[in-house]
């Protein structure tokens, strides 16, 4: 059986229980059904579709200029993919102001490739048929990253600026549930039914999330992205939706990556 | 008897102390915070609204804002700010008018189970839930719990079944706030997530004798 074959089919045995109900022994046989996925899909990652898809189209002479990505600077300078992700969000001269991957990437699509900004952010959380972009080149670009430290910077002011108010977005408590980031992350050791919370204001905690994302979901059969899993948080904060790539969620990832510096990062995983 | 009285009077009188300087240490937090300012209204430019979830949410009410500054500090609230806070809660708090605070606990059980209900992909027209089990063990069947809130199983059996307890629970659910500020629960009433039937429905999953929450 190939890997897709075989990452289908368990998918679907995942879907089948998961979809059983949500009383306990089925809930709990999930998870072991996740655990196995897991296991065996450990060294036949499903997001390495998305990578190869990435690569092709990082590499790809695309848009109105028919140029490739190739030469962009993501943060190591042009060109210059291997361990970029780690510096990830930091301050470029050139727009004049902190970028995470994805804002990044909407601006060299724009300046190299003449494509506009809502093209480039077109259908940027994958669905099925509807494949995303932005998801397979983050899953490249972050890809080669795999064994690297964190290490983003705050020398400059403005990257000092975007994760202070990182930081006061991570508290900030409003809505009709009044919660904040902080009420489901910022203590040891809770759940939220059977899923473990990561306390992001911890360190080894903040690490071991941050440097699992991009993640390939079981339960959606895509590979999400740090920017989706965070659209998703404010979705069940009951917040307004954040704009794809834009400064508030640059900053809060700022926040999160700063917090996670010295985690050795190592993604797109598989995740739940 | 008396010393005790003098001794609770002084610590009274040192929390009180405590809790004014406190108090000024929040006013000047709140003038002073370039940051916070900052991302409000980067919040306010970048969010968009969507389905329900309009932007007037990113407007702080002053128990929130309260709860903000305090978890960014790392700081518990002063004593004094918590008790003006429950107490201004307490009067959001609409007990039934037929005075009976005890639903069908299987509706309970069903509103316990559902977090559906004020994201902007739900139906606004449909009811919401209260998803309890994402935060507390209820149920003893139910294995897939939360632990952010306190177990509540065998609630009425050490809690009592009266009618206290029922009132009790009725207000907690309605506002926490007006018990514990800067709870992490949701204002399920205060906040029109739940409506008064369902929160009878809820009080039976906890108090109810035949609920599994106390079996």
Known sequence: MNPIHRAVLLFCAVSALSTAGAYAQQSQSTEQAIEKYREAVSEENPAELWEARGEALWKQPRGPKHVSLEQCDIGLGPGVVKGAYTVLPKYFSDTGKVQDLESRLVTCMGTLQGISPEEAKKNHFGNGPKKSVMEALVAYITSESRGMPMRVSLARPEEKEAYEIGKRMFFYRAGPHDFSCATCHSHDNLRIRLQDLPNLTNPKDAQRAYTTWPGYRVSQGEVRTMQHRLNDCYRQQRFPEPGYASDAITALTTYLAVNANGGTYNAPSVKR | ?215
């Open chain 2, 1 to 215: 008897m008396k010393t005790r009285t003098l001794r609770i009077a002084g610590v009274v009188g040192a929390g009180v102390a405590l809790a004014i300087a406190g108090c000024a240490a929040m006013n000047a937090s709140q003038g002073g915070d370039k940051a916070e300012s900052e991302a409000v209204a980067l919040m306010k430019k970048d969010f968009k609204p969507h389905g329900q979830a309009t932007l007037d949410r990113l407007d702080q009410d002053p128990l929130q804002k309260a709860c903000t500054e305090a978890a960014e500090s790392g700081k518990v609230l002063p004593a004094s700010e918590a008790t003006r806070l429950q107490q201004s809660q307490l009067a959001t708090i609409r007990y039934p008018a037929d005075g009976s605070y005890l639903g069908d606990w299987k509706a309970g059980e069903k509103i316990a189970q559902t977090g559906k209900g004020m994201q902007w992909n739900d139906d606004p027209k449909k009811a919401a839930g209260g998803n309890c089990y994402a935060c507390h063990q209820l149920s003893k069947a139910e294995l897939s719990y939360g632990t952010i809130g306190p177990s509540l199983y065998h609630f009425g059996r050490t809690r009592g079944f009266g009618t206290d307890s029922q009132k009790y629970v009725y207000g907690k659910v309605y506002n926490p706030e007006a018990f514990t500020a800067c709870s992490s629960m949701p204002r399920f009433g205060a906040h029109g997530i739940l409506t008064e039937q369902q929160i009878k429905d809820v009080v039976a999953l906890l108090l109810d004798p035949n609920s599994p929450v106390n079996q």
